[in-house]
């Protein structure tokens, strides 16, 4: 069920809120988490009931696991601790690696051998580090004793199960044990519906909006200039859009239920540079990546060649991360290389032009990432370095003869838009509103009540448009990673 | 009651009001957005050159057929009307005036039914060679169509009288881009904009046809139209879809006000033919509802070559011969007032090869 369908906005939310205050005001916290975690179960089952066992399987091991781990390191047994903890990350690095990246390394090791074909269950990446954050935090003893109920709705808690954001327990568990967890509180159920309700415009009404911009773009061959730097523009705005539109969603419905789910984007494409980006792109991931990969490998504690090398090995394994292709591990790379730039760049620039440059960075490494393989995205890139050409619509170059210098004056672009004889203004249009938004505009959680009213008032009615007269419903890109 | 619970009392009051306050703000502000929404797609926003060329197409064509006494020949369609038939061509043959009545594939049956039946008299004849995406249609998708923000923007009365689907339909039928796009096109027909289209199309005569759609003209889509691979819809689509019953209802009107119904197959590559359960369907459309069908030998098919930018448009040398064709078919048909397929003839073999 995706959270910007009718059936989810229509009939599951209204029921799973309805349900859970009712029955956290006659029955008390634990029949509110309980009937929370029947629905997330229910949610999570809509696009294969088959695959619930393995959630559940998954959810109950690793409390097991966690609760073992937190016994032995509360009662100063660190080797055994370690050993569970060990063991608890590998099988669940094993199931994740099973699903996921099976193919990928059998291809590797044997690439005529025919593929396994193996169904990757939703979600799997998420829930699988939610739980290793489970089981190190035990661990490390940074969180609280909880029961099964509890941690079951965390794992589970349907507003962050399919794509985050990943949250850690100890944020998370506490508010969950709250005994007022399930009273009704005005305030908050409002504050969460607006914030959905802005989620969703920004999914439905701009990241589709772009995405069907981008899709055309990279359906091409051999994009010409325009065509391949429109493309990945687009596609620039549709992944930030769809992805910070499910994260406002997702926190916006935690709200909802008195659940505080952290930052997951903080205007990313106004970063000054690539370090900063990641502090505010996917920021919960970021998180997660620093402080159980980066740090443990030794960050930037052993010289500056040993940070190189666990800035590379962090990135490569977040490019993997996304997906079980060498075009997330390519992605990955470069911006691992980018942080190393960075981390060694003594140079101060001034801020629109460091701006500027990361942004061209970022926006490079998204060829790769939504390229269909390595010859597309060379493709791509081959165009956005004007080596396939540089074509204009012919009422352009009539309207503005100085660009008939450099650019070959065509009827229409094939791969611009809906390839018609106004799509070259009506991308443009679309591409400076969209970076507008993203590289003047606060982000919905900086701006004001008075101000998310008017984003409201101007979005509303496109999502309603969107939602139930569109033709089609566009997945979140986040759901395949 | 002490001062403690009191101040208890009075915050709880006012925390009480501000939430009000704020779920008001969000429902005002949901509100706001609908009726804005609803007023600048209603009475402001306008898309002149896209929306403008189809309605003036349609407006051009119904005037003609309001204009024209007699018994007439009328043509719906999508644009295969009048890019791949020339009523110039046809009427003469006939004997009788003809109105080619296509204008777009994405243009709702409803409305362009609606909008012909109080021209459509006794004794004329109706002739249908609808594209095939035009039977399967949705009704959500027939709902969105151009027609729907053209109903809204300048043809209320017709929009009423559809049914309300089709006013929801208008009303939301503006998504980002067609905002965008609307805007676009209003801001170039006030700064004089010339369009384009005329000068790489072509253009359209009194009768409704497509001319100067020529083979020089279609160079820059040679390539397109190579490697164009067309859909054809199932047997099953076909007989299930919106579209069909909307045609069904249409011969129902038609059989009860005296006009003649008599349907047609789409032009198409010869070398990627609708399979023959789907032409069957098509066939059966009209057949089994009282109409005639026109069924060419050659189904309509003709190569890559003979056709200007898609599957549906024929260029202008093509479109005559497609014309002798179906003129002469048609004649089989309305002078001895029995469906015959089959009849018609053929292009020759050096036409079509």
């Known amino acids: ?481 | 009651m002490d001062d403690t619970s009191q101040g208890s009392v009075q915050r709880r009051k006012v925390t009480e009001v501000a939430c009000v306050t704020s779920l008001r703000r969000v429902v005002i502000a949901c509100a706001a957005s609908l009726l804005l929404y609803a007023a600048v797609t209603a009475l402001v926003l306008d898309h002149p050159l896209s929306n403008g060329f189809l309605r003036n197409q349609l407006d051009a064509r119904l005037d003609r057929g309001a204009a024209t006494a007699g018994p007439k020949l009328v043509i719906l369609a999508g644009s295969n009307g009048p890019y791949s038939h020339r009523c110039a061509t046809i009427a003469p043959t006939l004997g009788r005036p003809c109105i080619n009545a296509g204008v777009a594939v994405g243009i709702g049956l409803d409305y362009l039914f609606m909008r012909w039946k109080p021209l459509l008299h006794p004794g004329d004849t109706v002739y249908l060679p609808m594209e095939e995406a035009q039977y399967p249609r949705a009704r959500a998708e027939t709902a969105l169509g151009p027609d729907a923000s053209i109903m809204l923007r300048h043809d209320r009365i017709t929009l009423a009288a559809l049914p309300p689907d089709r006013w929801a339909g208008a009303v939301f039928s503006t998504d980002l881009r067609g905002a965008m796009l609307g805007a676009i096109e209003m801001a170039l027909v006030a700064g004089a904009f010339h369009d384009p289209r005329a000068a790489a199309t072509g253009e359209t005569n009194a009768w409704g046809d497509h001319i100067g759609h020529t083979p020089g003209l279609s160079e820059s889509s040679v390539a397109v139209l190579a490697a164009t691979r067309p859909h054809h819809p199932t047997a099953a689509q076909i007989r299930d879809g919106y579209g069909t019953t909307l045609i069904i209802g249409f011969i129902g009107w038609a059989r009860g006000h005296g006009v003649r119904v008599v349907g047609g197959l789409p032009t198409g590559f010869i070398d990627s033919p609708a399979p023959d359960d789907a032409i069957a369907a098509i066939r059966a459309v009209y057949v089994a509802h009282g109409a005639d069908f026109l069924e060419l030998p050659n189904r309509s098919r003709y190569p890559r070559l003979a056709f200007f930018d898609t599957p549906e448009h024929l260029n202008e040398a093509w479109q005559i011969i497609h014309s002798v064709a179906v003129a002469d078919g048609l004649v089989e048909i309305l002078r001895d007032g029995v469906p015959r397929r089959g009849l018609a003839m053929a292009p020759t073999p050096a036409a079509t090869r």
Request: proline share 6%; glycine share 8%; with cysteine.
């Open chain 1, 1 to 481: 069920m995706l959270f910007h369908s009718q059936a989810f906005i229509l009939g599951f939310l209204p029921l799973a809120l309805a349900g859970f205050f009712l029955l956290g005001r006659l029955g008390g916290r634990a029949w509110a988490l309980a009937w929370l975690l029947a629905a997330s179960l229910f949610f999570y089952g809509w696009w294969n009931p088959r695959l619930v066992p393995l959630l559940a399987g998954s959810i109950a091991a690793n409390y097991w696991l966690g609760q073992r781990i937190l016994r032995h390191a509360q009662s100063g047994h660190a080797t055994p601790a370690r050993r569970w903890l060990i063991a608890g990350i590998t099988c669940n690095l094993a199931l994740l690696g099973w699903f996921k990246y099976a193919d990928f390394l059998l291809h590797i090791a044997a690439p005529n051998a025919p593929l396994l074909s193996i169904f990757l269950p939703l979600a799997i990446s998420f829930f699988t580090f939610q739980q290793i954050m489970f089981l190190v935090d035990s661990a490390r003893q940074q969180r609280a004793d909880t029961d099964v109920l509890t941690y079951a709705t965390f794992v589970a808690f349907f507003p962050h199960l399919i794509a985050g954001p990943i949250v850690r327990p100890r944020y998370i568990i506490p508010q969950l044990l709250a005994p007022d967890i399930a009273v009704l509180r005005a305030a908050t159920l409002t504050d969460g519906l607006l914030i959905f309700l802005l989620g969703l415009a920004k999914k439905l009404v701009l990241a589709d909006t772009f995405g069907g911009f981008s899709d055309t773009g990279f359906a091409a061959p051999a994009p010409t200039f325009v065509e391949a730097w429109y493309a990945v523009l687009a596609y620039s705005l549709q992944i930030y859009f769809d992805f910070s539109g499910y994260s406002d969603m997702a926190i916006g419905l935690a709200r909802m239920m008195n659940v505080r789910f952290p930052l997951n984007f903080a205007s990313p494409y106004q970063a000054r540079n690539i370090a900063e980006f990641w502090r505010r792109w996917h920021i919960t991931l970021g998180v997660f990546l620093r402080d159980y990969v980066y740090i443990p490998l030794g960050g930037s504690r052993s010289g500056e060649t040993r940070r190189a090398v666990n800035l590379l090995a962090t990135m490569l394994l977040c490019g993997l991360w996304h997906g079980a292709a060498w075009r997330f591990v390519l992605w990955g790379g470069l911006h691992g290389t980018f942080l190393v730039l960075h981390t060694r760049s003594r140079v101060a620039l001034p801020r629109p032009i460091a701006q500027a440059l990361t942004l061209i960075a970022v926006v490079v490494a998204w060829v790769p990432f939504r390229a269909d393989g390595l010859d597309a995205a060379l493709a791509m890139l081959r165009g956005m370095a004007g080596l396939s050409g540089i074509a204009l619509p012919k009422m352009i170059v009539q309207a503005l003869p100085l660009l008939g210098e450099f650019a070959t004056p065509v009827p229409l672009l094939p791969y611009l838009g809906d390839a018609r004889t106004l799509s070259f203004p009506e991308v443009s249009a679309c591409l400076v509103l969209g970076w507008f938004i993203v590289l003047a505009l606060p982000h919905v959680h900086e701006l004001s009540e008075r101000t998310r009213g008017w984003a409201l008032t101007a979005g509303f009615a496109f999502s309603v448009q969107a939602l139930f007269f569109a033709p089609h419903v566009a997945p979140f890109l986040y759901f395949r990673f």
